[in-house]
């Protein structure tokens, strides 16, 4: 999972770079499409020059947002933008007004604003893997072992936490994880993965005892839902 985020958002980058460059090169052919005055396209030409170069910092912004969304987190990039792109944009420009009478600060403010939301993204992203570092779901493992340390059960299924988190739990938009627990003489199915109130908690068809278990995830529905999910924000991205 972690490779994956790495390689999209470097992808991320270099396209939207190039897609800035090309947009600086082709610019006044473009703007006149849409107006042929000349100060109107000067105009737009000097917005281009202050924000193709920072494209990457734009991009970086969404790819961190859809990284957190996929993760279960989305409230966290929707407050990011809304305080980065809304609320700090109209502070500074209402601020920077009084004392530079120039439209250049209607331009500055992108840049700026791209770069605060990337950097708190980016920051949160790292302190989530810090304390995420114990989830074997970020890695590349079809089994684990793990202690069983509770068992209820809900009427319709059995509640199961584990004190090790290696079944993916839904989030994002992608499906959990199902699989197996093999443990004290007894083999159960894993139906459904949740995070609830901070835990990961495992829906099964039948009770385990709490001690020793050992887990086996089924690889295919996870590589069918990651490849899926990866699909579904190529084409909608």
């Known amino acids: 999972i972690k490779r994956g985020v790495r390689f999209g958002i470097g992808i991320i980058l270099v396209s939207a770079q190039v897609l800035g460059i090309l947009m ?15 100060q109107v396209i000067q105009f737009g030409y000097d917005r281009c020059k202050f924000v ?31 305080v980065c792109w809304c609320i700090v944009r109209i502070i500074f420009l209402s601020v920077t007004e ?5 439209i250049v600060t209607t331009y500055l403010v992108y840049p700026i604003t791209w770069t605060l939301s ?13 304390m995420n570092r114990e989830a074997l779901y970020y890695k590349d493992i079809k ?20 004190d090790t988190e290696g079944f993916y ?9 199902h699989g197996k627990i093999i443990g ?19 829906y099964t068809d039948a009770p385990l005892d709490c001690g020793h278990v050992h887990c086996i995830i089924d690889w295919d529905r996870r590589m069918r839902n990651t490849q899926n999910h990866s699909g579904e924000h190529i084409l909608s991205g």
């Open 52 to 82: 193709v170069m920072f494209f990457f910092l734009c991009a970086f912004t969404h790819a961190m947002g859809a990284v957190l969304r996929g993760i279960g987190k989305p409230a966290v990039p929707m407050i990011v933008f809304l």
């Open 184 to 202: 004290n003489g007894q083999e159960i199915d894993v139906l459904d993965v949740q995070i609830e109130k901070g835990k990961v908690v495992h």
């Open 143 to 162: 089994e684990f072992d793990a202690t069983v340390l509770s068992c209820e059960n809900t009427g319709e299924h059995f509640r199961i936490v584990l």
């Open 169 to 177: 739990p839904e989030g994002g938009g992608q499906p959990s994880d």
């Open 24 to 38: 600086l090169i082709f610019a006044k052919p473009l703007l006149g499409l849409f107006d042929h005055t000349p």
């Open 118 to 130: 990337s950097v708190t993204l980016f920051i949160y992203y790292k302190r989530l893997n810090m």
């Open 98 to 102: 009084i004392f530079v009478h120039s």
